[in-house]
């Protein structure tokens, strides 16, 4: 795992670090054992392959840490200092991760929402589901049953919400994501055959190539056929919704 990036230092006191950020969140000094998802820096290496001065997740109680050659040791109150994760409230648009689901049916620990309402009231966070069998749906939770989502689970909520939404939108005609039909008009922008961006209208089905089939006007004029890549294509008009097919 080795040391962490992007640990920032925001207080000192006597020369001491005693407030610092990571990954947009504050974390304290604080004394006692360590708990999972506390920073840990280290104050004395002779003994391991750590940096000194580096901070470094703890992944269990101890703490214990994986250090810079992927071995995972635990460590001892008079070799290192500890900073949590200080506690703030979530607010609109702020994404969450569930961690205490027993009151909610079909909601499970682990699953992710994001705050769309916060009435302030003893349940007063309105949440949009984003993953999990209630996915889509929205749930009233108490601020203790959710968490802070880090950026790289903010990241993955935020690209399967995408998918969710590409995949509803390709469902409502009927189709697979990225099933293109003869007829379809088309958006493309194709620098490698066409030569230019503009629409098309796709000849043939993908059945082999990179792509399907996408008739259209090149950089000189000429109206080519050439598969292009479904990356680089865009539905306008799916070819039942066309005025000028029967």
Do not use: Q
């Amino acid at each position: 795992m080795a040391a962490l990036k992007g640990v920032k230092t925001l207080d000192m006191v006597n020369g001491e670090i005693t407030k610092v950020a990571y990954e947009g969140s504050e974390y304290e000094r604080v004394e006692g054992d360590a708990k999972v998802g506390d920073l840990v820096l280290c104050t004395d290496v002779t003994w391991c392959d750590a940096t000194e001065g580096a901070f470094y997740l703890s992944i269990a109680k101890g703490p214990v840490i994986v250090d810079d050659v992927d071995d995972k040791y635990r460590y001892y109150s008079d070799v290192y200092t500890l900073f949590r994760k200080k506690p703030t409230r979530l607010k609109v648009g702020d994404y969450a991760k569930v961690v205490d689901a027993a009151d909610h049916r079909g909601l499970a620990e682990g699953d992710f929402v994001r705050i769309s309402e916060d009435d302030e009231s003893d349940i007063p966070f309105y949440c949009d589901v984003l993953s999990g069998e209630l996915a889509k749906n929205s749930v009233w939770m108490r601020e203790k049953k959710l968490a802070h989502a880090t950026e790289d689970e903010v990241k993955a909520a935020k690209e399967a919400e995408a998918k969710r939404s590409i995949e509803a939108k390709w469902a409502k005609i009927g189709r697979k994501v990225d099933e293109y039909k003869v007829g379809d008009i088309v958006a493309h922008a194709n620098s490698v055959w066409f030569r230019n961006s503009g629409l098309g209208e796709v000849a043939a089905e993908y059945k082999s190539g990179i792509g399907p089939i996408i008739s259209a006007i090149d950089y000189d004029g000429y109206l080519v056929k050439y598969d292009v890549p479904t990356s680089k294509l865009t539905l306008i008009t799916p070819v039942e919704a066309r005025f000028d097919r029967s």
